[in-house]
């Protein structure tokens, strides 16, 4: 599975939105971009995933560049509760492995 | 809404003891997986298991061993805990896309229980 590169933390103020951003330039055709994030004390949770076409759902959208090399997870209004380790995860989607490698910690501030 | 749940938040345990942690969904999933997370080492998958009795290694498979007896349920051993054994282990389970040869893929959405932080003195 190809290896992604986000940042190590980002700050956002409460009401706007958080665009995290993750690179992947050497993923592959069959691989999808999955995006979980992970609040304190808790275990990960999903929020979305895509293949080629941008994807939106009740959390987030995720916007996936032509080339497929980079991706961005918009979060549209950050509220605290969005206060969390944020995954970007490439993956064929077989059925082991989902990497996670260390994510970017998400601060949202009033 | 599925709900993965791990028998015990918090363990302590002695080098040597043999400890079950315990993971239970209530979405019939076929996929279950045992993860452990380390700071600065991100989740790293142990095993995980695509049917009843049936399990595959992941990437630290050593010092552990699993059991699937049923299908919501998939257990984690240590047969004889240690010091670097100490962790967060966090389990999870998934479904089988509809359609997809089976044992190939799933979804890749995963369901996570709260985790077991496991403490071995």
């Known amino acids: 599975d190809a290896k992604t590169t986000q940042p190590t933390s980002m700050d956002c103020a409460e009401g706007r939105a958080a665009n995290l951003p993750c690179n992947h330039s050497?993923?592959?055709?069959?691989?999808?971009v999955y995006w979980y994030r992970q609040i304190h004390s808790q275990g990960p949770q999903y929020i979305i995933h895509?293949?080629?076409n941008n994807e939106t759902n009740e959390m987030a959208s995720l916007i996936i560049t032509e080339d497929r090399k980079s991706s961005t997870l918009i979060l549209p209004h950050a509220t605290l509760r969005d206060t969390a380790v944020y995954y970007c995860i490439v993956s064929s989607g077989t059925a082991s492995k989902l990497t996670f490698g260390t994510g970017t910690r998400l601060q949202v501030t009033l | 809404d599925v709900k993965v749940t791990q028998s015990s938040r918090y363990l302590v345990k002695r080098t040597g003891e043999k400890v079950f942690l315990e993971c239970v969904q209530d979405?019939?999933?076929?996929?279950m997986f045992w993860y452990r997370q380390d700071p600065g080492l991100g989740l790293r998958l142990i095993y995980f298991s695509y049917d009843v009795k049936m399990k595959e290694k992941g990437d630290i498979p050593e010092g552990y061993s699993v059991s699937r007896e049923k299908k919501e349920r998939f257990s984690l051993i240590l047969e004889s805990a240690s010091t670097n054994q100490t962790s967060m282990y966090l389990c999870?389970?998934?479904?089988?896309?509809?359609?997809?040869?089976?044992?190939?893929?799933?979804?890749?959405?995963?369901?996570f229980g709260e985790g077991s932080r496991l403490t071995v003195l």
């Open positions: 895509g293949l080629k």
């Open positions: 999870a389970s998934s479904p089988i896309d509809p359609g997809q040869i089976k044992y190939v893929r799933n979804t890749g959405e995963l369901f």
């Open positions: 979405m019939d999933h076929e996929n």
């Open positions: 050497t993923i592959s055709g069959n691989e999808y």
